[in-house]
């Protein structure tokens, strides 16, 4: 057989090949890496400590000053600090509830994918509305009555901890995941190697693992970026709003330090809103721009002649 | 197309009860009305009490207090609110005509830039201004509505009013303090800001929605078709190209109410505008029920309104569905 | 010979791709004559497609054409935009591959047609209506009048391909190129939608260009061959000539590997089609070539005259006769 020329690129060196030419992606990439270093070495890289005063009242706002990078808050903790804690916070809260919608999300879709009839279209029935309703009034509600089943609490924990958001999140996320993961699996479905699988009497299970599932990673890894970014939005809408994690024990979240913003604005402390606020911009943008270059690098239909 | 119509309508009243009782439950379950009205009254007789749990059907079973509930829902005897017994009818009726307004002004405007900005990007994939346009839709999608909002109250009225003297826009209400009557230009001036924060996000999404469908119309083969019978590249882009590359927008457009109505809650709140979102969030917050369950009903049956024009315009603008 | 109303000198045309550029077609000299059908055979990536387009004017931007293509006199590479679009559909129109999604799916078929007619001719809608009709009755669609009414989801595969057709022929074009226009379609389609051709070309004297990889095809319809392969022409002749006694080691592959009455196995070309972005230097072929030679290396052989053919092969003289028959 004629050897390969080494111009013709296999479909993973090709989809990499595509993510690295997105260069707004690649800085995202290196912006993330970077930040979610930072957090990590937190007692390292933080000045002071998450709930440590660095002013005493009364003159306890201090502006962005060589003592205080970013400032200081009402109460005179360190804002440059506070935002690398609140971010380690928010950073776990998009991961870990993003990681529970994606599973449940890709399992849903592809049972309900694979399977048709009667339970897909209930399954999509259902997500329809579910997507179509406002999505902060189902949040709230949804928040609410989650917190109100006490045989609940052992897996939510309290109402105001940030375990309760994780799964308020993952709960809320998947149904967007399942419809992405279904449309894949229909269209997988069809394909000759499914059929192959099918034709040899490969188990429904066995297809839907080895085969859909695989050939979906792309359209997750797509999913899960996107869950991310909407946890930690969502996170912070909620504080924002007063139904957000409580800083009990000092404990912050960037939704929390957001929150504080909105007093901020009418007083006259700037940084307070701009510093959290552009943060967060920065954080959701990076992970939108990871998403879209994930979805352009593994997704061949779209040549787009870049 | 009629009788469709028709048999959608007739499907919508069962989903619309399966839904109301849904949200009943949750809301049941999610607020303990009997709790928030106690905590509101606490000096309330028991026979108070008892007659707020009978015309709201707060019954212990659930099934029949629901149809209770239905039931004066239905025959228009709505409950009073929990504070300061208002009429919630007229309330509703206010919020629902004020979010109409703000609501459709900033669809209006952002679909409108939103769709020529996706065009704009689809014509030259790659180019520079695709990447100008791509990139900004990017951005404004990353900010959540509330920041933009704090910013922009920051920006045009705070420090305005610090340099300039005077706000630029005013940030909060509809009309400034003891106005009277209708005034369509003090309306415009603060509807602006808030508006601006809405239509911002409609823009970005929907400058993403048209590129890429208008991308995936421009590479389909009946447009090589359409250039080799030799007419011009206008009416290949428009009869053949946008007629194509709408169809799954406008679709789209008419799921996408909820994601708006959720962009307007969070901005009537932060100016303070007193429309849907405003009711929502301040009886959500006391646990009115009253005020909640006719805001619900209106909510879901909206949804299922425009569920029904998205199908419909769907099977109008393209040929292939058929809906018999 | 009758009149050439295409003529392609030395075409050439090169993508820009991530990879480097991409030299589609090499060098492709080629004639049609009035009213003949002259077939066009090659692997896919032969750059059989990418010729025609060229001459459409219908590649993508990032494609760099040169060379020469007149039609009735007329240069079309290098034409002005508007120039193009007074020509396309007027005096050169083209068949797709996919009947499919050749069509726009929410336009009525007989507004498609009639579009393809008013563009070119000044008709009034009614006229114009009445003429797509009488196009849909010559490319034997049953009931036209009710079908131009309907929208292309109503029609089936092959019905869909008469319908590109007569949009093709509307304003009875003096070239037709039809690119592989039966390779989407059952067999029993196929058929017919090659007695469609060949009836359109006896009945309004079209030229017609039919590109296929399918030799059977060309056999059955074409007057004259052309084989391509890797961005070249490496044969051309009458139809009797190339199949008696082709001279041209591609040439005798593809027709080895064609199942004949009678023969009791098939002989494939071994190996693969080039990688284009990087061809082999000389005769593209010689990679694959059981009679290749260090000369066959060196320079890109052109068409010279091989008894009734014209052959781009160095060594076309020394080869064996006709041993694929053998």
């Avoid at chain 1, 970013?70 to 903790?77: E, F, N, P, S, V």
Wanted: aromatic content about 10%; proline content about 5%; hydrophobic content about 50%.
């Amino acid at each position: 057989m004629s050897k390969q020329s080494p111009n013709v690129l296999s479909p993973r060196q090709m989809a990499f090949r595509r993510f690295v030419s997105h260069k707004a992606a690649v800085a995202s990439c290196v912006i993330i890496g970077v930040l979610t270093l930072f957090v990590i070495l937190a007692p390292l890289t933080a000045r002071y400590g998450v709930n440590e005063s660095v002013q005493a009242p009364p003159n306890s706002f201090l502006t962005p000053r060589a003592k205080s990078w970013l400032g200081t808050d009402d109460i005179g903790r360190d804002l440059y600090s506070r935002l690398i804690y609140g971010v380690r916070v928010s950073l776990l809260i998009g991961l870990a509830s993003a990681i529970i919608s994606v599973t449940l999300g890709a399992l849903v879709g592809a049972i309900a994918g694979f399977r048709g009839g009667k339970f897909d279209d209930i399954m999509m029935r259902v997500t329809d509305l579910f997507l179509a309703f406002p999505f902060l009034v189902t949040l709230l509600v949804v928040r609410n009555v989650l917190g109100a089943l006490p045989w609940l609490r052992p897996i939510t924990g309290d109402m105001s901890s940030v375990r309760f958001i994780i799964v308020l999140f993952g709960l809320f996320g998947w149904m967007g995941v399942a419809r992405i993961v279904r449309g894949q699996v229909l269209s997988l479905k069809e394909r000759e190697f499914v059929e192959a699988a099918r034709a040899v009497g490969a188990s429904r299970r066995y297809i839907i693992t080895r085969h859909l599932l695989p050939n979906s990673v792309g359209p997750i890894m797509v999913a899960l970026t996107f869950s991310v970014v909407g946890a930690i939005i969502g996170e912070s809408t909620l504080a924002f709003f007063g139904y957000g994690p409580q800083a009990g024990d000092g404990a912050t979240s960037l939704g929390i330090l957001v929150g504080a913003a909105k007093g901020a604005v009418q007083t006259g402390y700037w940084w307070l809103a701009v510093f959290p606020c552009l943060v967060l911009i920065i954080i959701a943008l990076s992970i939108n721009f990871i998403g879209d270059a994930l979805r352009d690098a593994t997704d061949p239909r779209l040549d787009r002649g870049v | 197309m009629f009788r469709y119509i028709l048999r959608r309508v007739a499907w919508s009243i069962p989903t619309l009860l399966i839904v109301t009782f849904l949200v009943y439950l949750a809301l049941r379950i999610g607020t303990d009305p009997v709790a928030s009205y106690k905590r509101v009254n606490p000096r309330a007789s028991r026979a108070k009490i008892a007659e707020y749990i009978d015309v709201n059907g707060l019954d212990p079973n659930f099934v029949q207090g629901y149809f209770k509930w239905l039931k004066n829902f239905v025959t228009g005897e709505w409950p009073r609110s929990i504070k300061g017994r208002r009429e919630v009818w007229p309330a509703l009726k206010d919020a629902m005509a004020n979010t109409l307004r703000l609501g459709s002004a900033a669809t209006i405007v952002g679909i409108f830039f939103g769709l020529i900005a996706g065009v704009l990007a689809a014509l030259r994939p790659g180019g520079k201004r695709d990447v100008f346009i791509n990139t900004s839709a990017f951005v404004g999608i990353s900010i959540p509505p509330f920041i933009s909002a704090i910013m922009f109250q920051l920006l045009f009225a705070v420090y305005w009013q610090r340099w300039f003297g005077e706000s630029l826009f005013p940030t909060s209400g509809v009309y400034p303090a003891g106005h009277t009557g209708f005034d369509l230009f003090l309306m415009l001036k603060f509807m602006a800001l808030p508006t601006l924060v809405v239509a911002i996000q409609i823009v970005a999404t929907y400058s993403r929605y048209m590129r890429s469908s208008l991308l995936d119309v421009l590479n389909s083969d009946y447009m090589r078709t359409a250039r080799s019978k030799g007419i011009s590249e206008r009416r290949v882009l428009i009869k053949h190209g946008m007629r194509n590359a709408l169809i799954p927008v406008v679709t789209i457009a008419a799921l996408d109410v909820g994601s708006i109505v959720g962009g307007l809650i969070i901005t009537e709140n932060i100016f303070s505008y007193p429309g849907m979102g405003l009711y929502f969030l301040k009886s959500f917050g006391e646990g009115d029920f009253p005020l909640l369950m006719p805001w619900m009903v209106v909510i879901v049956a909206s949804v299922l309104f425009f569920n029904l024009i998205a199908d419909v315009s769907y099977a109008w603008l393209d040929p292939r569905i058929r809906l018999e | 010979m009758s009149e050439k109303v295409l003529e392609i000198r030395d075409l050439h045309v090169t993508f820009d791709t991530p990879s480097g550029p991409l030299e589609a077609v090499r060098g492709v000299d080629l004639d049609v004559s009035a009213g003949e059908l002259l077939g066009v055979v090659g692997e896919s990536g032969s750059g059989k497609s990418v010729s025609f387009l060229a001459a459409m004017g219908l590649l993508p931007a990032r494609a760099r054409v040169t060379g020469s293509v007149s039609l009735a006199g007329e240069q079309l590479i290098g034409a002005s935009a508007k120039q193009m679009r007074s020509i396309r559909g007027r005096l050169l129109s083209m068949i797709f591959q996919d009947p499919l999604s050749a069509l726009n799916p929410v336009h009525r078929i007989g507004d498609q047609i009639s579009e393809m007619l008013r563009s070119h001719q000044d008709l009034s809608g009614r006229e114009a209506e009445k003429r797509a009709i009488e196009l849909l009755d010559i490319v034997g669609i049953p009931q036209p009048g009710d079908r131009a009414r309907q929208y292309p989801h109503e029609f089936s595969g092959g019905m869909r391909q008469r319908v590109v057709i007569a949009i093709a022929i509307a304003n009875n074009p003096k070239v037709l190129i039809a690119d592989e226009p039966t390779t989407a379609l059952d067999v029993t389609v196929q058929a017919q939608i090659l007695e469609v051709i060949e009836r359109v070309q006896e009945r309004f004297g079209t030229a017609v260009v039919l590109i296929t990889h399918d030799l059977g095809v060309i056999a059955r319809v074409a007057d004259r061959v052309n084989v391509m392969y890797a961005g070249r022409n490496v044969e051309q002749g009458t139809i009797e000539s190339l199949f008696d006694h082709p001279s041209h080691p591609y040439t005798r592959g593809l027709l080895a590997s064609l199942p004949r009455p009678g023969k009791q196995r098939l002989k494939p070309i071994t190996g693969f089609p080039p990688n284009m972005l990087n061809p082999p230097s000389g005769c593209a072929f010689h990679t694959r070539c059981e009679f290749a030679a260090d000369i066959c290396k060196g320079e890109m052989p052109a068409l010279v005259g091989f008894g009734d053919l014209q052959t781009a092969c160095v060594r076309a003289r020394d080869l064996p006769k006709n041993e694929i028959f053998l």
